[in-house]
């Protein structure tokens, strides 16, 4: 990956329904050379899928929290993977320190995020978790 691959990402990023056109401007290259590249880096799994964002309070999951997660053991890829397949689990993070894992939570009320909170601790292998409501955005 180069400087103008980076530049590339940075620019869909910031806004993937971009035209070709626009790109290839902005980088100040041929459309062909844009088009290359992102069928390239799609190709070899940089780039995954494009996606919508959404401002925080137009979903329907107005409870948002991080939540650290202790592992016990080598539970690790196990819980991943059933943590992966969970539908309030919007992102999952390793780490390292204390915490193996953070994974945000959305909830559509305070009741749901308490069921959702109280069935991740119950899978076994974690050992202990904490969790942080999120209050306010204010960089996407």
């Known amino acids: 990956m180069d400087d103008t691959d980076r530049q590339l990402i940075a620019l869909l990023r910031d806004n993937a329904r971009l035209p070709v056109v626009t790109l290839a401007q902005k ?5 062909a050379t844009v088009q290359n590249r ?3 880096l799609e ?8 996606t919508v964002r959404l401002r925080p309070e137009a979903e329907a999951h107005r409870i ?9 053991g080598h539970h690790g890829d196990e819980i991943c993977r059933l943590l ?3 539908p ?4 999952l ?7 193996d894992l953070m994974a945000e939570l959305r909830a559509d009320s305070l009741e749901a995020f308490d ?4 069935g991740i601790r119950a899978i076994p292998g974690i050992a202990s978790t904490e969790s942080s409501l999120l209050l306010s955005t204010h960089k996407l």
């Open 43 to 50: 190709r070899e799994g940089t780039i995954v899928g494009y």
């Open 84 to 86: 992966r397949g969970h």
């Open 38 to 40: 992102m069928a390239r």
């Open 64 to 72: 948002r929290a991080i939540t650290s997660i202790q592992i016990e």
């Open 88 to 91: 309030n689990v919007v992102a």
């Open 115 to 118: 069921q959702v909170l109280n």
């Open 93 to 99: 993070h390793t780490t390292n320190g204390r915490w």
């Open 27 to 31: 980088l100040r290259v041929a459309r």
